[in-house]
């Protein structure tokens, strides 16, 4: 195509020759009539291929950009860049200093050890508390049962007693002569006034043991078991303090190892001072509980209430040794009946009663053994709840977050920071030397692998560039070839106010020579069309109502609207209006419409120059 436009501009040169006024003629026609119809060119609408090429401006940028933050608090030990310098993937760029993000590492894992420490002796103080409650919940089962069985067997040896008294009042009664049923009957009757008496009496003690027990149960035990508790806490608080002074203390001593500095050596004297001041607290506490733990109150027992060698005997005498009342023998329970005869009937219970005091003590000691156990089982328990042990786990992973993070930093602060791809750095505002924050912003590296040029398009070129579309850059002396990657969808205004669309065209294979940020010229390889109809572009018209072009229909010069689809700079595409092989009018001239003409077609170069 663009070797036919050349050859057209030859036709053109030679016919300026050969034009008169009021119309065209062949140079070997002068001699011809002055009625001779005049002459036109024209060209014939051809099928051919298109190319349309959009030509723009704009700069080189990269399409990938990289903005580097400091992943530590640490000082910078080596820069080894400057804005605008190439780098090279893999290259250090950036070294810190790790001192002091190795001293918080190990403060944070001398943390951990002390908060697994607590952790270890809250679960074991909790575990011993709850087994303490749990072994008492079932001693009170057991204690129960004991002295169910030991009541049972109180009450059968007073049974085992009273039928023996009883036995023995039979046999002397059977003895009994009736001459002396009279005295019998009259020391019987003394007899049971002083076992009334005696029976008045042991109510009044069973009355004053059980009051005092139950005094016992419901406010000395409890009120020991409370303030004994109360103590427990202070102890079990004062350890606490004790043991977070000394984690203090091991944490002061390390940072005076690191920094035996004035300050670092006040902390650590402070911490040393105050360490010891809660070991003598907790110290104290401890001999606190320990000396009321020795002081239980001892529970009441009912031969706290009796009257010691408490015996009684009741004797019944022939009348002949009246005085011999005052001297009966006294032995608990025992009887000592005379007969007539001089015959004595004795219930000997010794062995009974002996058994029964002893099982008596042995139950009052259960019952004191029951309330103590009681009084633990229904305390309020010490043990951790579900809950408590959570916040401990919760604690522990925090403390190891804590412990992990401090060693990862150490980790990144030695890494350092290195590039990630060939670029340039194209902001930077740092020093060697200089203290950097997490997360402050350092540098930022433009891949030079992933160069584009950014371009700014007519509102008019959007319905025909289109991204994949190839590309022709131009960048100082070098040429290379890229594609539209990317359009946008927004026309913007421009500094002269006129709206224009953005692009951005990749550089398929970009070399050292590319430098970002300078001006570079692209062509566009828009849209093509293989084998249509085509016109060169200088015969097409532009008017209000659209494109138009003259033609010869008849012998007459006539007016022809067309379609025209894409152009390039030579020719233009005509999608309606023009026919393969139809003549049209190359330049109007002088020419209106109506006239009549004759064609004459285009020339060849070889043509025009014979």
């Known amino acids: 195509m663009k070797k036919k436009k050349s050859k057209k501009k030859i036709i053109i040169g030679a016919a300026a020759v050969l034009v008169v006024a009021g119309g065209v003629t062949v140079a070997g026609q002068r001699n011809s009539t002055e009625n001779q119809i005049p002459q036109v060119q024209v060209v014939i609408a051809e099928k051919g291929d298109v190319k349309e090429i959009v030509d723009a401006t704009g700069t080189v940028g990269s399409e990938e950009e990289k903005t580097y933050y400091s992943p530590v608090n640490a000082e910078l030990k080596t820069v080894s860049f400057a804005q605008g310098d190439v780098v090279k993937k893999g290259t250090k760029l950036i070294e810190f200093n790790t001192e002091d993000l190795e ?32 072994d008492a919940k079932k001693n009170v089962q ?40 009279a005295q019998a009957q009259a020391q019987q009757q003394e007899a049971q006034a002083k076992a009334q008496a005696e029976a008045k009496k042991q109510e009044e003690i069973q009355s004053k043991y059980q009051a005092a027990l139950y005094t016992y149960k419901t406010e000395t035990l409890p009120q020991y078991q409370q303030q004994l508790s109360d103590l427990n806490a202070q102890y079990n608080q004062a350890q606490s303090d004790y043991n977070q002074a000394d984690t203090t203390y091991q944490m002061a001593f390390a940072t005076w190892q690191a920094d035996p500095s004035d300050e670092n050596t006040q902390a650590l004297d402070n911490a040393e001072a105050a360490r010891t001041q809660a070991q003598l607290a907790m110290q104290q506490a401890q001999q606190t509980y320990n000396d009321l733990k020795q002081q239980t109150p001892k529970m009441p027992v009912l031969s706290d209430f009796t009257e010691s060698s408490a015996d009684y005997s009741w004797g019944i005498s022939d009348g002949s040794d009246a005085d011999d009342s005052d001297g009966e023998d006294s032995s608990s329970y025992g009887y000592d009946y005379s007969g007539s005869d001089g015959g004595t009937v004795t219930a000997d219970t010794s062995a009974l009663e002996s ?124 040429t290379y070839q890229g594609t539209v990657i990317k359009m946008s969808h927004i026309a913007v205004q421009n500094e002269k106010g006129t709206p224009v ?84 009018i190359a330049d109007l001239g002088d020419y209106t419409e109506g006239m009549e003409v004759q064609a004459v077609p285009e020339q060849t170069g070889e043509d025009a120059d014979e």
Do not use: W
Not at 157 to 168: C, D, F, N, W, Y
């Open 103 to 134: 001293k918080d590492n190990r403060k944070a894992e001398l943390n951990l050890k002390s908060t697994k420490y607590d952790t270890k002796d809250t679960r074991n103080k909790s575990d011993k508390a709850e087994k303490k409650q749990k």
């Open 142 to 181: 057991e204690l129960e049962k004991k002295i169910k069985d030991k009541k049972a067997y109180v009450s059968s040896l007073k049974s085992q007693i009273s039928a023996a008294a009883a036995a023995a009042q039979r046999e002397a009664a059977a003895q009994a002569s009736a001459q002396a049923a």
């Open 355 to 478: 058994a029964l005091e002893t099982a008596s003590d042995e139950l009052a000691e259960l019952q004191s053994d029951l309330a103590s156990e009681k009084a633990i089982a229904e305390a309020d328990s010490t043990s951790l709840t579900k809950e408590e042990k959570e916040k401990l786990k919760v604690t522990d992973n925090l403390s190891e977050l804590d412990a992990k993070s401090a060693e990862e930093l150490v980790k990144e602060g030695k890494k350092g920071i290195t590039a990630e791809f060939n670029g340039i750095i194209s902001k930077a505002d740092i020093k060697q030397g200089a203290a950097v924050t997490q997360g402050m912003e350092l540098f930022t590296i433009e891949n030079t692998d992933k160069a584009s040029v950014d371009v700014t398009l007519s509102k008019y070129d959007y319905n025909t560039v289109k991204e994949g579309q190839s590309v022709e850059i131009t960048l100082g002396d070098n």
């Open 501 to 584: 669309i953005s692009a951005t065209v990749s550089i398929d294979d970009p070399d050292e020579d590319i430098f970002l940020g300078v001006d570079a010229k692209v062509k566009i390889h828009a849209a093509s069309a293989k084998n249509v109809v085509t016109l060169p572009v200088e015969v097409i018209n532009i008017g209000k109502e659209g494109s138009f072009c003259y033609v010869i229909e008849d012998g007459l010069v006539t007016k022809r609207n067309i379609t025209t689809g894409i152009s390039s700079e030579d020719y233009v595409e005509i999608t309606k209006g023009i026919k393969e092989g139809e003549e049209v």
